[in-house]
């Protein structure tokens, strides 16, 4: 009897209970200033999105003017690739030295002088003194936007904020373009000069811009500016509670007692990178191992698997397709950039949605299907003695698919991902290691299309890249394990082992069995009552 009445009395509240009382909790609204933050120093890879753009059309008028050769062409068009490894290699130094703010502005100006070095070039080596300033510049760029907008992000919308760096190479990449085809119309001299030229104008103020950000709260707290850290913790935090867990997390990463609250503490640090090379590449534990491995090698892949040769070389590649007017063709790549905007755009909605892993392998599966049917349209083309409308149109669908998965996919989550995983104390020089893997594979690819497609066709060029996807999606389903909603400072215990993988596969088969029947005696508990 005194059971059953204290089962009642147990009851008694949640029949008092009304309906609002089982809603689930609402999603946090999204941080604004964080937003802001985001969009601010994601900015900065406008710089090298719009040189790729750029340089795709402008060599078809340089060669013109200049007379160069398609290996000078080669070398003009993928160098930058390699310049920027300057930049990379010095901007993770340079961020823990004088912050990340003020290494997003230096990336600005150094690009400032090299696209005015490249708009009144005269020569080819002239041109070629350019694209070594913009190139370090585009270094610079690339590896301190993602590392900046990982830090200062909260975690229930890091993916959607770390995705933005691809969206503005992307935007960048759709403004060179169109630069292309408005300023064809001038003269053959005065046309190229003016589309390089032209890339000015983004980093001046792209520089003046991110003076209004904060610097990051990770880099405030390396230099024991706690008071400083935690006033910009509170503002790109969804809750007072998170703020002061980032906070924490922080601390224990950068060797800061939990008590010690003052407002400036004495750090105990390297000298600025001091044994950190050595811990990432010489003496690396498991775990530091596992996630160099998974950032270098998504980088690779994203290269690898070809999307430069498609961006720097759609005209090309249209003009093998059968479109022969110069008009023509770069309207078609117009299209490319406006697919690879659009998609980039998706991307950033999913990313913290759906999860990094489906949206990787999905995105790879697409990239293999594209590579494979556009490497066999092509091949018809090339064999065939007349003209081939269906032909002609599947190739050019095939591109448009091809740079669609590539943007919802494997464009952005290449920088969220390898950004995230990298613990504090080895965050600047990790994302410097990626960013050259990234550099080199773009710069090797860039500098040789050319030369590739004439060894072994067009279409076998596309194959090869279909085949790189294909070990890529093996590569990304074994070794990179999911990272969604985890915090920057949890993320050593997902690697170091396969262990994610086998206990992902327990807990699908766990969720499969309770959903036919095992979980039935649960159907008067919370979840059930709740969806009533």
Known sequence: MAAAMGAESNTEPQQNKTIQDFNPPKKPKRNKFAFACAILASMTSILLGYDIGVMSGAVIFIKKDLKISDVQVE????????????????????????????????????FFVGA??????????????????????????????????????????????????EVFINAGILFGYISNYGFSKMSLHLGWRMMLGVGAIPSVLLAVGVLAMPESPRWLVMQGRLKDAKKVLDKTSDSKEEALLRLADIKEAAGIPQDCNDDVVVVQKRSHGEGVWSELLLHPTPVVRHIIIAAAGIHFFQQASGIDAVVLYSPRIFEKAGITSSNDKLLATVAVGFVKTIFILVATFLLDKVGRRPLLLSSVAGMIFSLATLGLSLTIIEHSHEKLIWAVALAISTVLSYVAFFSIGMGPITWVYSTEILPLKLRAQGASIGVIVNRVTSGVISMSFISLYKGITIGGAFFLFAGIASVAIVFFYTCLPETQGKTLEGMDGLFGNFNWLRDSKRNKRNQRNEANGDGASSVQLGPVYNAK
Not at 75 to 86: E, H, K, P, R
Not at 122 to 148: E, H
């Open 75 to 110: 070398i003009l068009v993928g160098i930058l690739n390699l310049y920027s490894l300057i930049g990379s290699a010095a901007a993770g130094k340079t961020s823990d030295w004088i912050g990340r703010r003020y290494t997003i502005v230096l990336a600005g100006a150094i």
């Open 116 to 165: 005015l070095l490249m708009g009144f070039a005269t020569n080819y080596a002239f041109l070629m003194v350019g694209r070594f300033v913009a190139g370090v510049g585009v270094g610079y760029a690339l590896m301190i936007a993602p590392v900046y907008t990982a830090e200062v992000s909260p975690a229930s919308s890091r993916g959607f904020l770390t995705s933005f760096p």
